[in-house]
């Protein structure tokens, strides 16, 4: 219902490639949404069975302002007839942000928290005193990466995608990569592209893979060099590369993850650190609700 049952993917015809007998493919998880993140439907769609299972009429999770991840669990949950809450880190900023402003539009109640007081997030305490405030309800946590997300991001990849050599994610909390890892085949590559900076995230999803008991089939590799400043920062060269790749393509890509993602596969088709003879799908995670305020912010004007 939130997921359709089959989704749309591409060949991406490029020269630079062509003549080494690469072939480049999308899987359009973008077009579950026009504009939330598809993978965000992916990692709710366990969560979601497991309130209404468990009588939960009502869902809690956080988020940045710009968050995918808030916009996407409060349109899950009104097509589900349930209530959502947003717990928001900083102050409200009026008017709201496009994430914000649909997401109450989506009937989401919006809760901002001062930072300091956001770092408790994961606490017992703190999500008891959110009880209080608000009644019971489900919790997912940020980003929404839990057991049930990876359960969810195990089912992206389809047994026609077996063909495929190798698989490209891009990477947040790493519920995504951690879900495709658990479903590739042993003769398949998983490339993960890390959008936030730094070599945390080598362990981060090495113990991710370990509490959620996951073992790749296949090999898999996370690359940290693609991030260009960090999370949610961006460089003109970036902005260059997916206005170049909407023009080429027609297909639009956000600059926070699949942006970098796909530059990076570029980058190592063209240093041939992908050997020739691959067949490689990339995983266009979505995230399009973004764009509108990263272009009033950053005074940009990606396509969407
Ligand atoms: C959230 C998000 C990601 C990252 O997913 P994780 O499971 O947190 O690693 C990637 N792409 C888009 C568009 C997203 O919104």
Redesign the pocket.
């Known amino acids: 219902m939130l997921i359709p049952q089959s989704i749309s993917t591409q060949k991406i015809n490029y020269p630079l490639w062509e003549n080494r007998n690469i072939e480049v493919w999308i899987k359009r998880l973008d077009q579950i949404h026009p504009l939330a993140?598809g993978?965000?439907f992916f990692?709710l769609k366990y969560n979601l069975e497991e309130a209404i299972s468990e009588n939960h009429d009502t869902i809690l999770t956080f988020g940045g302002a710009y968050s995918?991840?808030i916009y996407a669990t409060a349109a899950a949950a009104k097509s589900l007839g349930l209530h959502s809450i947003g717990i928001i880190r900083g102050e409200e900023t009026l008017p709201l942000n496009p994430t914000l402003a649909s997401a109450k539009e989506n009937g989401m109640v919006i809760h901002y928290v001062a930072r300091e007081a956001y770092r408790k997030k994961t606490e017992p305490e703190f999500l008891f005193s959110l009880k209080e405030k608000f009644g019971n309800f489900y919790h997912i946590p940020e980003?929404?990466?839990n057991a049930e997300?990876i359960q969810g991001?195990s089912e992206i990849l389809e047994e026609k995608d077996a063909e495929f050599t190798h698989i490209t994610?891009?990477?947040?909390?790493?519920?995504?990569?951690t879900g495709l890892a658990n479903s590739i085949e042993e003769h398949q590559t998983l490339l993960g592209f890390s959008?936030l900076k730094g070599d945390f995230i080598h362990t981060e999803i090495k113990d991710l893979l370990k509490s959620q008991q996951v073992n790749p089939k296949g090999k898999y590799q996370i690359l940290d060099q693609f991030h260009f400043g960090g999370y949610g920062k961006v460089t003109a060269d970036l902005i260059d590369f997916i206005k170049w790749f909407y023009k080429e393509f027609e297909i639009a890509l956000?600059p926070?993850?699949?942006g970098k993602m796909i530059y990076g596969l570029f980058e190592l088709i063209k240093n041939e650190t992908i050997e020739n003879d691959s067949k490689i799908l990339i995983i266009h995670?979505?995230?399009l609700q973004g764009l509108a305020g990263f272009n009033h912010r950053f005074g940009t004007s990606l396509p969407l």
């Not at 994610?169 to 990569?177: A, H, L, P």
């Open positions: 993140s993978n965000k990692k995918n991840h980003g929404g990466t997300a991001t994610c891009s990477i947040g909390t790493g519920g995504t990569f959008s956000e926070i993850y699949t995670t979505g995230g």
